[in-house]
């Protein structure tokens, strides 16, 4: 595929006075997440003014399909109408309401229809703001279960290598990601890290499954030595995605059930990235046929509208914490929890997954997807080529400093071709929202293709 050379033109060069102004302003008073300032001396910031459907505008009109949909959280794209205008209705209703002491329709009803989405089997929802708090609070439910049961000497936890479940001092500790977690590395309280299961690990004549049962055998003899002391194991469910969207076979989570089962530990899904969808079923955990003992979510379950997190959990868990003595109750609260407006955009995001039969049309547009980057796929500086539901992930082949500027450089191109996409490291990956059509499936395939043979032959040059 030949590269449009007039897209070669940085973005920062063609911004009028107006954007250049709103980037001016936020480098001076916003400290941007998961960023080194001093990089935006030479890399774009986009400003945004708006978002209609896929695409992203920015303050001179130029449009961004956003691939990555916003870091994962937006399902059936930006300003949906449908979701509007439920918050709309709910906005004249009730913006805000403790949830210590008092109730409200929209975190019931959110509860109840996410239970039965379990089919009862995680039937308690508690709610939080964040994908980290989720993970803070499944953890600390797990400890405080096990103590309230008599066994305060459960207080150890299972993490899995390169697994990634947030940035908060509780979450880093079963974080195995060495960028966000080493600067903090003294205040952390870390966990037992058990081998991943990533099918880029296989030998040779290895499946994914056979890995996934390496992973598997190393987890049990971690259990055999220390099952005593572990309160749970937390993982997330089919890919790992903050590590490049290391993708394992459905048997290791199933193994990993039984494992907790034979072993008594508790199972913690993070479906904060993989859940509401993202991997083909509305839970991941159901590819592998079981379920966790709690299930974290967050990210797309609000649409990718408000900040929601939920940490659903089986009655056993929540009958251990049931009691006259306030001190055995679970003691973790913010102030927006179950904030009315961000459950109402969750329901509204459930009922477009009911009316519209998204499942099964993600399937679809997602093999499309896959069948028109094959060009893409076939070049001899990919490797790894994978897909799991609407995630679609492929390795560049490259070392040392081309490898090391591949994520800025690639992600600068993108733009330049009307696409947002940011790659892990040398993993490109696309996760756009759910309602591509026909044209932006073959755009985003196209352009992706120009963006990555851009980017190989642009050299290290930043």
Known sequence: ?????????????????????????????????????????????????????????????????????????????????????????????????????????????????????????LGHAFFASDGASAVEIALKMSFHCWRNRGHDEKREFVCIANGYHGETIGALGVTDVALFKDAYDPLIRCAHVAASPDARRAQAGETAADVARRALDDVRALFESRAGRIAALIVEPLVQCATGMAMHDTSYIAGLRALCDEYDVHLIADEIAVGCGRTGTFFASEQAGVWPDFLCLSKGISGGYLPLSIVLSRDEIFAAFYDDDTTRGFLHSHSYTGNPLACRAALATLDLFESDNVLAVNERKSAALMEALSPLLKHDAVRHVRRCGTIIAFDAALEGDAARTFSRRFFENALSRELLLRPIGTTVYLMPPYILDEEEIALIAARTHETFEATLANGVNR
């Not at 774009?44 to 505008?57: D, I, M, Q, T």
């Not at 329709?105 to 239970?115: G, M, N, Y």
């Open 1 to 121: 595929m030949n590269v449009d050379a007039s897209r070669e033109v940085s973005s920062t060069q063609v911004r009028s006075e107006a954007s250049n102004d709103w980037v001016a302003r936020s480098l001076a008073a916003v400290w941007h997440p998961c960023t080194q300032m001093k990089h935006h001396e030479r890399l774009p910031l986009v400003a945004v003014a708006r978002g209609s459907g896929a695409w992203l505008f920015d303050h001179d009109g130029r449009r961004y399909l956003d691939g990555i949909s916003s870091w994962w959280v937006n399902l059936f794209g930006h300003a949906n109408p449908r979701i509007n205008a439920a918050l709309k209705a709910q906005l004249d209703t009730l913006e805000h309401a403790m949830l210590a002491g008092c109730t409200h329709t929209a975190a019931v009803e959110l509860a109840e229809r996410l239970s039965r989405l379990t089919h009862g089997t």
